[in-house]
């Protein structure tokens, strides 16, 4: 195939020269920018294609006819839009008839992908494809099937380890990737809507990016497409090195729309092998919440740029508890490696040992400093604070909010039983998205306990401020302008 260059000629006219005689320059830069050579992948599909299985799932469910919906336990058991329309259905049933129990078990059937991780029939795929099921029947590209055995998996990373009874497999190559950089080419092998060994290309669209609820892996995200059936299959770079397991679409139609996300292979490998050792997987716990901060709270927070994890809440008696770890602190780095983003600190604690002892840089009231950590258990549980007493409420103008003293249920951690309701907002807080029914519990760091002191903290604030709010059970700061 010939090579296509398109050559760019930069050149300068002078308009009237000293003498008065119109002059054009020669060229004085030339530049070639050579089409860039499509990669071949086909012996890369050639390669892996024998390695990825198609998995069928056999199951039951159980599905509410009460007021609340089923749990989604993934997009490759149909997804939640039939669960939800079965709900729906039942949940009129019984309104209109009644007769029926609270929840049902519903015979249930899915379709997924893995692939072969050792030559005695040890396959990866994600939890959520075997959720549930009662059996599981792995199919090799050759059309042998077995029936797989479960050996273990950990909703929390969505990693399962299956097993089957053959030997002599070939499988698929796994080494420690090299870096990923957004743009490089992969490619997705697995069985979108039971489609088997369907190939698919993209590009790196991203990197360490955290999804909600899914603060344990920092996901890979590909324009490469996926679709329900491709879970547990392999994303492969051009190098033939499995850098991932798909996991995950963004989709409004339950489709593919080209933001798809899989699970770093590096942690598959750690899942895995604590699988294969013990059965079972165990994850640390340092027991905080945090979000990203923005420049808003870089400022409120005197930080010299928008980094780290922002600690909004700590569990009592909690690892960061133990440790000496407050609302307000913003965790920088740990055990030596920045983080950009609350995700990065999730992710590193999540897939840590309970017992293993971390190195926190934090900030902490303007400076830095160090903490050592000794992990908790992520089953661990923590005691929940009672709710505070009620008084008339009072306007802080500045921050644009109505406060009192008012039970608002119950919350957790520091600062709830001394916090204040918020029952009206308007101005910066408005703009910034507080809501009524929100608690107040500090401003820039230091706890309210009256109006009189979000006012005095308020007066004293700059051209912005960080309001730790709690709402729905949650804490989290909220950055405001002040003008």
């Known amino acids: 195939m010939p090579q296509a260059c398109l050559t760019l000629v930069a050149m300068i006219t002078l308009g009237v020269s000293l003498s008065g005689q119109a002059q054009t320059l020669a060229p004085i830069a030339e530049v070639s920018l050579s089409s860039a050579k499509f990669p071949d992948m086909t012996s890369i599909a050639a390669q892996f294609s024998p390695t990825v299985v198609n998995i069928s799932v056999r199951g039951t469910r159980k599905v509410s ?37 609270p929840q049902l078990q519903l015979p249930v059937r899915g379709e997924g992908s893995g692939f072969i991780v050792s030559p005695d029939g040890v396959i990866l795929t994600n939890a959520h494809v075997v959720s549930d099921a009662e059996e599981v029947v792995v199919k090799l590209t050759d059309r042998r099937e077995f029936i797989a055995k479960v050996l273990g998996s950990d909703k929390l990373t969505d990693i399962a380890v299956l097993k089957i009874d053959a030997s002599h497999l070939k499988v698929a190559p796994i080494s420690t990737p090299s870096p990923l950089q957004v743009g490089e080419w992969v490619l997705a092998i697995g069985s979108p809507y039971g489609f088997e060994s369907s190939v698919t290309a993209g590009v790196i669209s991203a990197t360490r990016r955290s999804l909600p609820g899914d603060g344990a892996v920092p996901f890979i995200q590909t324009d490469a497409a996926i679709n329900p059936g491709n879970s547990g299959g392999p994303l492969i770079n051009m190098r033939g090195e499995v850098v991932g397991i798909n996991s995950q679409i963004y989709s409004r139609t339950g489709g593919y729309q080209g933001l798809s996300f899989a699970i770093p292979i590096d942690v598959a490998q750690q899942i895995e092998q604590q699988i294969l050792s013990t059965g079972k997987v165990r994850h640390a716990k340092l027991g905080v919440a945090v979000q990203d901060v923005n420049q808003t709270l870089a400022e409120s927070f005197k930080l010299d740029k928008p980094a780290g994890a922002l600690i909004s809440d700590v569990d009592k008696d909690s690892a960061a508890s133990r440790a000496g770890l407050a609302i307000g602190d913003v965790v920088l780095a740990i055990n030596g490696r920045p983080i950009e983003f609350a995700g990065d600190l999730s992710a590193n604690v999540s897939l840590a040992q309970p017992g293993e002892q971390v190195q926190l840089v934090i900030w902490h009231k303007g400076a830095r400093s160090t903490l ?77 306990t009256t109006v009189a002191q979000a006012g005095a903290a308020a007066d004293h604030a700059g051209k912005s401020v960080a309001l730790l709010v709690e709402r729905d059970g949650m804490k989290i700061y909220v950055p405001l302008r002040l003008v």
Do not use: C, W, Y
């Not at 329309?85 to 019984?94: H, K, V, Y």
């Not at 500045?398 to 308007?426: M, T």
């Open 372 to 448: 050592h950590v000794l992990l908790g258990d992520a089953t661990a549980q923590s005691d929940k604070p009672q709710a505070a007493n009620a008084t008339e409420p009072n306007p802080v103008d500045r921050l644009g909010l109505l406060l009192s003293k008012k039970k608002s249920g119950e919350g957790s951690g520091p600062g709830v039983d001394s916090g204040l309701l918020i029952e009206g907002v308007a101005g910066a807080a408005e703009r910034a998205g507080v809501q009524p029914g929100d608690r107040l519990l500090a401003i820039d760091g230091q706890m309210v």
């Open 65 to 101: 006819t009460g007021s609340d919906l089923s749990a989604n336990n993934g997009a490759d058991a149909q997804g939640s839009h039939e669960d939800d329309a079965m709900s729906g259905f039942l949940r009129d049933f019984q309104q209109r008839f009644g007769g029926l129990p």
